[in-house]
T-cell receptor
Framework: EAGVTQFPSHSVIEKGQTVTLRCDPI?????LYWYRRVMGKEIKFLLH????????ESGMPNNRFLAERTGGTYSTLKVQPAELEDSGVYFC???????????????FGPGTRLLVL | AQTVTQSQPEMSVQEAETVTLSCTYD???????LFWYKQPPSRQMILVIR??????QNATENRFSVNFQKAAKSFSLKISDSQLGDTAMYFC??????????FGKGTKLTVNP
């Protein structure tokens, strides 16, 4: 079974440009999450999809970030326009549909390293 | 708000020895889940072990075990018989049922030959 995949693995862009990150969850996983780790800091939650719906987007930094999950399969995270402080590693994770009262384990992708110059 | 603290930014251990990584957390929840994830250099983050707070028995996965002290809000990871492949960043994470994980800053573990 294929794991969570992310594309690209690395991206270097200039301030003001646009970047789109993609995440393909494990097949059959309804839950998809985006996290970000800025250098030297904790991995922080960005948002959570259940199928194609945004369940929780409380961690999104500002309106320069737009996440979509059309059709409930893969997801994209677009940063437009990118700023210097957006640099970091963006992780995607997926999990199965939560059973009543049970939190399912999240499986992570390898991350996308974004550097904004 | 829940917080997770890993007080050891870096640790090292000799191959075949035992090492313990510390993690404390703060929450007002009674039912929650705790995780240790491992990220080897340039590789994917993988789950090492998980613990449900309602279970009194400490979770164990082969050479990895936890010491879960609910009253003290402590969740340390013990690695026995350390191997070179255990070299990685280790992240402690908390989930209070809201689906999102709250992470510590991580501990960089180096296993020396």
């Amino acid at each position: 079974e294929a794991g969570v995949t992310q594309f690209p693995s690395h991206s270097v862009i200039e301030k003001g440009q646009t970047v789109t990150l993609r995440c393909d969850p494990i097949s059959g996983h309804d839950n998809l999450y985006w996290y970000r780790r800025v250098m030297g800091k904790e991995i922080k939650f960005l948002l959570h999809f259940v199928k194609e719906s945004k369940q929780d987007e409380s961690g999104m930094p500002n309106n320069r970030f737009l996440a979509e999950r059309t059709g409930g399969t893969y997801s994209t995270l677009k940063v437009q326009p990118a700023e210097l402080e957006d640099s970091g590693v963006y992780f995607c994770a997926s999990s199965q549909d939560s059973r009543r009262g049970v939190t399912e384990t999240q499986y992570f992708g390898p991350g996308t390293r974004l550097l904004v110059l | 708000a829940q917080t997770v603290t890993q007080s050891q930014p870096e640790m090292s251990v000799q191959e075949a020895e035992t090492v313990t990584l510390s993690c404390t957390y703060d929450t007002s929840e009674n039912n929650y889940y705790l995780f240790w994830y491992k990220q080897p250099p340039s590789r994917q983050m993988i789950l090492v072990i998980r613990q449900e707070a309602y279970k009194q028995q400490n979770a164990t996965e082969n050479r990895f075990s936890v010491n879960f002290q609910k009253a003290a809000k402590s969740f340390s990871l013990k690695i026995s018989d350390s191997q070179l492949g255990d070299t990685a960043m280790y992240f402690c994470a908390f989930n209070g049922g809201s689906e999102k994980l709250v992470f510590g800053k991580g501990t960089k573990l180096t296993v020396n030959p």
